[in-house]
T-cell receptor, first 115, second 113 residues
Framework: EAGVVQSPRYKIIEKKQPVAFWCNPI?????LYWYRQNLGQGPELLIR????????DSQLPKDRFSAERLKGVDSTLKIQPAELGDSAVYLC?????????????FGQGTRLTVV | GENVEQHPSTLSVQEGDSAVIKCTYS??????FPWYKQELGKGPQLIID?????GEKKDQRIAVTLNKTAKHFSLHITETQPEDSAVYFC????????????FGRGTSLIVHP
Protein backbone atom coordinates (compact mmCIF):
# COMPACT_ATOMS: atom_id res chain seq x y z
CA GLU A 1 0.00 0.00 0.00
CA ALA A 2 1.33 3.43 -0.92
CA GLY A 3 1.98 5.84 1.89
CA VAL A 4 1.29 9.55 1.96
CA VAL A 5 2.61 11.07 -1.26
CA GLN A 6 3.77 14.65 -1.45
CA SER A 7 5.08 16.71 -4.33
CA PRO A 8 7.30 18.36 -5.12
CA ARG A 9 10.09 17.14 -2.83
CA TYR A 10 12.02 20.38 -3.15
CA LYS A 11 11.08 23.87 -4.22
CA ILE A 12 13.18 27.01 -4.48
CA ILE A 13 11.41 30.28 -5.18
CA GLU A 14 12.07 33.95 -4.91
CA LYS A 15 10.28 35.92 -2.24
CA LYS A 16 6.91 37.34 -3.20
CA GLN A 17 6.31 34.48 -5.60
CA PRO A 18 3.46 31.99 -5.13
CA VAL A 19 4.03 28.30 -4.39
CA ALA A 20 1.79 25.27 -4.02
CA PHE A 21 2.27 21.87 -2.43
CA TRP A 22 0.26 18.78 -3.15
CA CYS A 23 -0.62 15.83 -0.93
CA ASN A 24 -2.25 12.49 -1.63
CA PRO A 25 -3.16 10.77 1.65
CA ILE A 26 -3.42 7.07 2.31
CA UNK A 27 -6.54 5.65 0.72
CA UNK A 28 -9.47 5.68 3.13
CA UNK A 29 -7.94 8.15 5.56
CA UNK A 30 -10.50 10.83 6.33
CA UNK A 31 -8.22 13.00 8.42
CA LEU A 32 -5.49 15.01 6.72
CA TYR A 33 -2.96 17.34 8.36
CA TRP A 34 -0.55 19.94 7.05
CA TYR A 35 2.43 20.65 9.29
CA ARG A 36 5.33 23.05 8.98
CA GLN A 37 8.71 21.96 10.33
CA ASN A 38 11.36 24.60 10.78
CA LEU A 39 14.99 23.54 10.91
CA GLY A 40 15.82 21.91 14.22
CA GLN A 41 12.27 21.93 15.49
CA GLY A 42 9.28 19.65 15.70
CA PRO A 43 6.34 19.80 13.31
CA GLU A 44 3.75 22.48 13.97
CA LEU A 45 0.18 22.02 12.81
CA LEU A 46 -1.09 24.42 10.16
CA ILE A 47 -4.46 22.90 9.35
CA ARG A 48 -6.45 19.70 9.85
CA UNK A 49 -9.17 18.35 7.59
CA UNK A 50 -11.92 15.90 8.36
CA UNK A 51 -12.93 14.81 4.88
CA UNK A 52 -13.31 18.09 2.97
CA UNK A 53 -13.93 20.25 6.02
CA UNK A 54 -11.17 22.27 7.65
CA UNK A 55 -11.82 21.68 11.35
CA UNK A 56 -8.67 23.20 12.86
CA ASP A 57 -6.93 26.05 11.04
CA SER A 58 -6.15 28.36 13.93
CA GLN A 59 -2.40 28.20 13.22
CA LEU A 60 -2.69 28.88 9.49
CA PRO A 61 -1.50 32.41 8.56
CA LYS A 62 -4.57 33.23 6.56
CA ASP A 63 -3.23 36.41 5.03
CA ARG A 64 -0.89 34.42 2.78
CA PHE A 65 -1.63 30.74 3.29
CA SER A 66 -4.60 28.83 1.91
CA ALA A 67 -5.49 25.19 1.68
CA GLU A 68 -8.15 23.08 0.11
CA ARG A 69 -9.21 19.47 0.07
CA LEU A 70 -11.75 19.14 -2.66
CA LYS A 71 -13.68 15.86 -2.64
CA GLY A 72 -12.07 14.98 0.67
CA VAL A 73 -9.06 13.21 -0.81
CA ASP A 74 -6.08 15.13 -2.21
CA SER A 75 -5.11 18.43 -0.71
CA THR A 76 -3.12 21.47 -1.77
CA LEU A 77 -1.44 24.07 0.39
CA LYS A 78 -0.64 27.42 -1.17
CA ILE A 79 1.47 30.36 -0.10
CA GLN A 80 1.04 33.69 -1.86
CA PRO A 81 3.18 35.67 -1.65
CA ALA A 82 6.04 33.69 -0.07
CA GLU A 83 8.34 35.35 2.45
CA LEU A 84 11.88 34.44 3.49
CA GLY A 85 10.57 33.16 6.82
CA ASP A 86 8.41 30.58 5.06
CA SER A 87 11.48 28.47 4.30
CA ALA A 88 10.78 25.14 6.00
CA VAL A 89 9.72 21.58 5.35
CA TYR A 90 5.97 21.24 4.80
CA LEU A 91 4.69 17.86 5.92
CA CYS A 92 1.40 16.25 5.08
CA UNK A 93 0.00 13.46 7.25
CA UNK A 94 -3.14 11.39 7.24
CA UNK A 95 -4.95 9.14 9.67
CA UNK A 96 -8.10 7.05 9.80
CA UNK A 97 -9.48 9.29 12.51
CA UNK A 98 -8.46 11.12 15.64
CA UNK A 99 -8.07 9.79 19.13
CA UNK A 100 -5.67 7.91 21.32
CA UNK A 101 -3.82 5.27 19.38
CA UNK A 102 -4.80 6.60 15.96
CA UNK A 103 -1.52 6.73 14.11
CA UNK A 104 -0.78 9.64 11.81
CA UNK A 105 1.29 8.64 8.79
CA PHE A 106 3.57 11.31 7.39
CA GLY A 107 4.74 11.97 3.87
CA GLN A 108 8.36 12.78 3.06
CA GLY A 109 7.63 16.48 3.00
CA THR A 110 8.33 19.35 0.64
CA ARG A 111 11.42 21.38 1.45
CA LEU A 112 10.74 24.99 0.55
CA THR A 113 13.55 27.50 0.21
CA VAL A 114 12.60 31.12 -0.30
CA VAL A 115 15.44 33.30 -1.57
CA GLY B 1 -2.61 25.00 24.91
CA GLU B 2 -0.22 22.11 25.35
CA ASN B 3 3.51 22.74 25.66
CA VAL B 4 6.01 19.91 25.26
CA GLU B 5 9.64 20.29 26.29
CA GLN B 6 12.20 17.74 25.10
CA HIS B 7 15.78 17.11 26.26
CA PRO B 8 18.51 16.73 25.26
CA SER B 9 18.60 18.36 21.84
CA THR B 10 21.59 16.23 20.87
CA LEU B 11 22.65 12.85 22.23
CA SER B 12 25.80 11.05 21.19
CA VAL B 13 26.41 7.45 22.32
CA GLN B 14 28.61 4.51 21.46
CA GLU B 15 27.09 1.49 19.78
CA GLY B 16 25.70 -0.86 22.39
CA ASP B 17 25.09 1.86 24.97
CA SER B 18 21.65 2.96 26.12
CA ALA B 19 20.02 6.25 25.19
CA VAL B 20 17.36 8.12 27.14
CA ILE B 21 15.29 11.05 25.87
CA LYS B 22 13.03 12.94 28.23
CA CYS B 23 9.93 15.05 27.67
CA THR B 24 7.62 17.06 29.87
CA TYR B 25 4.14 18.30 29.08
CA SER B 26 1.93 20.97 30.55
CA UNK B 27 -1.68 19.94 29.90
CA UNK B 28 -2.94 17.53 32.53
CA UNK B 29 -5.69 16.49 30.09
CA UNK B 30 -3.13 14.94 27.72
CA UNK B 31 -3.62 11.21 27.64
CA UNK B 32 -1.71 9.86 24.64
CA PHE B 33 2.02 10.15 24.05
CA PRO B 34 3.53 8.93 20.77
CA TRP B 35 7.21 8.92 19.86
CA TYR B 36 8.37 9.48 16.29
CA LYS B 37 11.64 8.75 14.55
CA GLN B 38 12.63 10.97 11.64
CA GLU B 39 15.45 9.93 9.36
CA LEU B 40 17.16 12.39 7.06
CA GLY B 41 14.91 13.42 4.18
CA LYS B 42 11.91 11.52 5.48
CA GLY B 43 8.78 12.29 7.40
CA PRO B 44 8.38 11.29 11.06
CA GLN B 45 7.41 7.67 11.68
CA LEU B 46 5.67 6.38 14.79
CA ILE B 47 7.88 3.96 16.72
CA ILE B 48 6.06 3.53 20.01
CA ASP B 49 3.30 5.16 22.01
CA UNK B 50 1.84 5.06 25.49
CA UNK B 51 -1.54 5.95 26.95
CA UNK B 52 -2.10 7.68 30.25
CA UNK B 53 -3.50 4.57 31.93
CA UNK B 54 -0.18 2.76 31.46
CA GLY B 55 3.09 3.51 33.23
CA GLU B 56 5.46 1.66 30.94
CA LYS B 57 5.48 0.00 27.56
CA LYS B 58 8.21 -1.99 25.88
CA ASP B 59 8.82 -3.12 22.32
CA GLN B 60 12.07 -5.04 21.81
CA ARG B 61 14.89 -2.52 22.35
CA ILE B 62 12.72 0.51 22.95
CA ALA B 63 10.58 1.37 25.94
CA VAL B 64 8.59 4.34 27.12
CA THR B 65 7.75 5.35 30.65
CA LEU B 66 5.12 7.81 31.80
CA ASN B 67 4.80 9.66 35.09
CA LYS B 68 1.43 11.41 35.03
CA THR B 69 1.92 13.08 38.39
CA ALA B 70 5.14 14.72 37.28
CA LYS B 71 3.90 15.15 33.70
CA HIS B 72 6.93 13.64 32.12
CA PHE B 73 7.61 10.71 29.84
CA SER B 74 10.78 9.17 28.50
CA LEU B 75 12.05 7.05 25.63
CA HIS B 76 14.65 4.42 26.40
CA ILE B 77 16.66 2.70 23.68
CA THR B 78 18.91 -0.17 24.75
CA GLU B 79 21.76 -1.79 22.83
CA THR B 80 21.86 1.12 20.40
CA GLN B 81 22.87 0.47 16.81
CA PRO B 82 24.12 2.89 14.13
CA GLU B 83 20.77 2.61 12.34
CA ASP B 84 19.13 4.11 15.41
CA SER B 85 20.77 7.41 14.46
CA ALA B 86 17.96 9.85 13.65
CA VAL B 87 15.93 12.68 15.14
CA TYR B 88 13.40 11.55 17.73
CA PHE B 89 10.28 13.55 18.59
CA CYS B 90 7.96 13.14 21.52
CA UNK B 91 4.39 14.36 21.30
CA UNK B 92 1.38 14.75 23.53
CA UNK B 93 -2.30 14.69 22.66
CA UNK B 94 -5.13 15.96 24.78
CA UNK B 95 -8.60 14.50 24.73
CA UNK B 96 -9.84 17.83 26.02
CA UNK B 97 -8.97 19.67 22.86
CA UNK B 98 -9.01 18.86 19.19
CA UNK B 99 -6.72 15.87 19.75
CA UNK B 100 -3.90 17.27 17.68
CA UNK B 101 -0.37 16.17 18.62
CA UNK B 102 1.93 18.82 20.01
CA PHE B 103 5.53 17.90 19.26
CA GLY B 104 8.71 18.49 21.20
CA ARG B 105 11.64 20.11 19.46
CA GLY B 106 13.39 16.84 18.77
CA THR B 107 16.54 15.02 19.85
CA SER B 108 19.26 14.23 17.36
CA LEU B 109 20.62 10.82 18.36
CA ILE B 110 24.01 9.85 16.99
CA VAL B 111 25.20 6.29 17.53
CA HIS B 112 28.91 5.86 16.87
CA PRO B 113 30.06 2.43 15.60
Amino acid sequence: EAGVVQSPRYKIIEKKQPVAFWCNPISGHNTLYWYRQNLGQGPELLIRYENEEAVDDSQLPKDRFSAERLKGVDSTLKIQPAELGDSAVYLCASSSGTGAGTEAFFGQGTRLTVV
Amino acid sequence: GENVEQHPSTLSVQEGDSAVIKCTYSDSASNYFPWYKQELGKGPQLIIDIRSNVGEKKDQRIAVTLNKTAKHFSLHITETQPEDSAVYFCAALSSGGSYIPTFGRGTSLIVHP
